[in-house]
């Protein structure tokens, strides 16, 4: 049950992360096409990157971390690892 947990977050946090990296690149296409400079607003495009890449590895971490504790549930082993 862990494991399908650490799968949903993972899901959750990357259709997140996607969505920020999508709504941005929209963002800076429509200020590119109105002739708008995006020097002013650089700081907020990086930071909503690294936001988004963040949310990208807070997933994975719950990915792995629940993967790893619904061993002891019984849940089938990955193909990667043997359990000690």
């Known amino acids: 049950m862990l494991a399908r ?3 949903v977050l993972y899901w959750a946090f990357s259709g997140l992360a996607f969505l920020i ?3 941005v690149a929209y963002a800076v296409v429509a200020d ?25 590895l807070l997933g994975r971490a719950c ?6 504790l619904g ?14």
């Open 63 to 68: 990915r792995y971390v629940l993967a790893y």
């Open 71 to 84: 061993f002891d549930e019984g849940l089938p082993l990955p193909p990667h690892g043997i359990k000690d």
């Open 21 to 23: 990296v999508g709504l």
């Open 32 to 56: 590119v096409r109105r002739g708008l400079a995006m020097e002013n607003d650089a700081w907020a495009v990086a930071l909503a990157v690294i936001l988004a890449v963040v949310l990208w």
């Open 5 to 7: 947990l650490g799968n």
